[in-house]
């Protein structure tokens, strides 16, 4: 008796491979991990504080491929900027889209959430202090400098109690006395009624040593001063993780 045609065919079928939605290369899916050991329910029970950077980033992609979980697709975005948070900050939206898995969405929302942190920091400095010394100015500047991939010049307007009254943006880009100029910096200050100001501004390079062109912006702003009575109490060039004041290096 000969085996039917359909039951031939079936027998030949090779076996499907089960997926299981966003299964991680060599591993297994969030989905398929115990409940305690999700990003989301150990948020949940334990706080942020108990999750790594790969498992806050997977909450924040929300959802992996068919292929890897999002606690893999986020080790591969991390992956991209060495482990660091500052560097994921500094890449383009453009080069987490190169990850598989991150799309222009998700790559979008990676940079808004690192923003948040990044302003969260901002708040932690009391705003009604005044500033005594240039590590108050260093902590109140730090988080929005240290990473920026180009200089900004800002100028913080003081207030009589030394309290920060207003930040001003001057310019954004090489700094040099042909853009940096007095009328753009006192214009603000004088329309606040500054009691004083202090200049800040980063060095991408990490390396906050005043260059000859910091020297002589800082000479021509501190001469315009005297003549509005507006005195310039310091200028603090931020670094990566430390500064340099000109007060305190007795460059004013």
């Known amino acids: ?54 498992e806050l980033l997977a ?10 979980s999002a606690i893999a697709v986020a080790q591969a975005v991390l992956g991209r900027a060495e482990g660091s948070l500052r560097r994921l900050a500094l890449l383009p939206v453009a080069a987490l889209t190169g990850v598989p898995g991150v799309g222009p969405a998700r790559a979008v929302a990676i940079h808004a959430a690192l923003e948040l ?6 708040e932690g400095r009391d705003e009604g202090a005044p ?11 730090v988080g ?33 006395s042909s853009l940096v100029h ?27 040593t005043p260059s000859p062109d910091d020297r002589a912006v800082t000479e021509q702003l501190v001469a315009a001063g ?4 507006i005195p310039v109490h310091d200028h603090v060039i931020v670094g990566r993780g430390r500064f340099v004041s000109f007060a305190e290096a007795g460059l004013l």
């Open 182 to 208: 007095p009328r753009e910096v006192f214009r603000e200050a004088i329309a606040e009624r500054a009691a004083a100001i202090v200049l800040v501004h980063n060095h991408p390079s990490g390396d906050p």
């Open 59 to 68: 909450i924040v992609l929300g959802s992996g491929t068919g292929t890897s």
């Open 117 to 122: 942190g990044r302003r969260l920091a901002d």
């Open 226 to 229: 005297r003549l509005l009575d």
């Open 1 to 54: 008796m000969e085996t039917p045609v359909a039951v031939l065919r079936e027998h030949a079928r090779p076996a499907r491979p089960r997926t299981s939605g966003s299964r991680a290369a060599g591993g297994c899916s969030i989905r398929e991990l115990p409940r305690s050991e999700r990003p989301r329910e150990r948020l949940k029970g334990l706080g942020p504080q108990a999750l790594n950077a790969a």
């Open 131 to 141: 500033i005594r010394s240039p590590r108050d100015v260093y902590h109140a500047y």
């Open 144 to 176: 929005r400098l240290q990473d920026l991939p180009v200089e900004e010049f800002h100028v913080a307007v003081l207030d009589a109690q030394h309290r920060l009254e207003r930040d001003i943006l001057v310019t954004r880009g090489i700094l040099n």
